[in-house]
């Protein structure tokens, strides 16, 4: 597609299981971002994969979260044994980042998978 | 490290009525600067962006924004505000490095009197 697609759209859950999220980025980008949007806040940065380097993890709550890149493409974003807190707005952004000037294109973003735990 | 403030949570203009809205970033060198919007259940929308060059950048939907690098600042302006403006408004911060993220601010809510 042309945009970044994200799934599920929503995802309701019991407290303790574990939820995969997807992202799949657009064609040819070499960036891709995860955030949190918790009720009324602001981007929480979560975890960035760019190219083949190691992805920067410095945004993960805890343990229970974890994510991967295969190929390059598709990202799922993974939170073992769920929590009421982890509750938010997952929204998944990608950008092309090459070398040399105006190297760090904007970002472009999905539409989020509201995850809700009961 | 870079960081972004956003000093004003919640701002409410009058229909017709100029707009600004304020944006603080922290950074060593030169950064790349955006500005995203948010409606509600959406993601977000880039409204313009800084790279480089003419420091008054224009954007889509009648937006702008103006760099000043001695006040840190990028402040989103817009002359005359509609009523589908309303909405969340996000700035954020790059670096030049590839390898670094970017970092967004807490985001400011816009609302519409009629």
């Known amino acids: 597609g042309a945009g970044v697609s994200q799934s599920p759209s929503n995802k309701v859950t019991e407290k303790g299981k574990d939820v995969e999220l997807r992202c799949d980025p657009i064609?040819?980008?070499?960036?891709l971002y995860w955030y949190r949007q918790s009720l009324g806040q602001g981007l929480e940065f979560l975890i960035y994969f760019q190219g083949n380097s190691a992805p920067d993890k410095s945004g993960l709550p805890s343990d229970r979260f974890s994510a991967e890149r295969t190929g390059g493409s598709v990202s799922t974003l993974t939170i073992q044994r769920t929590q009421q807190e982890d509750s938010a707005v997952y929204l998944c952004?990608?950008?092309?980042?090459?070398?040399?000037?105006?190297?760090?294109?904007?970002?472009?973003f999905g539409d989020g998978t509201r995850l809700s735990i009961l | 490290a870079q960081s972004v403030t956003q000093p004003d949570i919640h701002i409410t203009v009058s229909e017709g009525a100029s707009l600004e809205l304020r944006c603080n970033y922290s950074?060593?060198?030169?950064?790349?600067l955006f500005w995203y919007v948010q409606s509600p259940g959406q993601g977000l929308q880039l409204l313009l962006k800084y790279f480089s060059g003419d420091t008054l950048v224009q954007g889509i939907k009648g937006f702008e924004a103006e760099f000043k690098r001695s006040q840190s600042s990028f402040n989103l302006r817009k002359p005359s505000v509609h009523w589908s403006d309303a909405a969340e408004y996000f700035c954020a911060v790059g670096a030049y490095s590839s390898a670094s993220k970017i970092i967004f601010g807490s985001g400011t809510r816009l609302s519409i009197r009629p």
């Open positions: 952004a990608s950008s092309f980042r090459g070398r040399g000037p105006n190297s760090n294109q904007p970002q472009h």
């Open positions: 950074y060593g060198a030169t950064p790349y």
């Open positions: 064609s040819g980008h070499t960036a």
